[in-house]
């Protein structure tokens, strides 16, 4: 069993930037890819980003390729995701979750963070 603690999120004025975090603990974490995940009222969640614990690969969604980076630092078994240039269109809550396949559906993740609210104001 995989407990996932996301934290990080806040409110920032549009063009600003956040530094989301989740450790990861228990389970085989080397075993797992880490995804972020974002849902915006009314809407469905969201895949943003994903990384590999074990050879550190990295994907993106297309649309936000440019302005993210996701992470990890294994020492700390904590993963990153790095947002810059934020418009208020990603306010969102953002989550992270841990699966055995590197995947953008959110189905294929098994463990899930409890969420961490990101606002940007314009």
């Known amino acids: 069993q995989v407990q996932l603690v996301d934290s990080g999120g806040g409110l920032v004025q549009a063009g600003g930037s956040l530094r989301l975090s989740c450790v990861a603990s228990?389970?085989?974490?080397?075993?797992?890819?880490m995804g972020w995940f974002r849902q915006a009222p009314g809407k469905e969640r969201r895949f943003v980003a994903a990384?590999?614990?074990?050879?550190?690969?990295?994907f993106y969604a297309d649309s936000l390729k440019a302005r993210f980076t996701v992470s990890s630092d294994n020492a700390k078994n904590t993963v990153y995701l790095q947002m810059n240039s934020l418009t208020p269109e990603d306010t969102a809550v953002y989550y992270c979750?841990?699966?055995?396949?590197?995947?953008?559906?959110?189905?294929?993740?098994?463990?899930w963070g409890q969420g961490t609210q990101v606002t940007v104001s314009s």
């Open positions: 979750a841990a699966g055995r396949t590197q995947a953008m559906g959110v189905a294929s993740y098994d463990f």
């Open positions: 990384v590999s614990w074990s050879v550190n690969t990295t």
């Open positions: 228990g389970g085989t974490l080397s075993e797992y890819n």
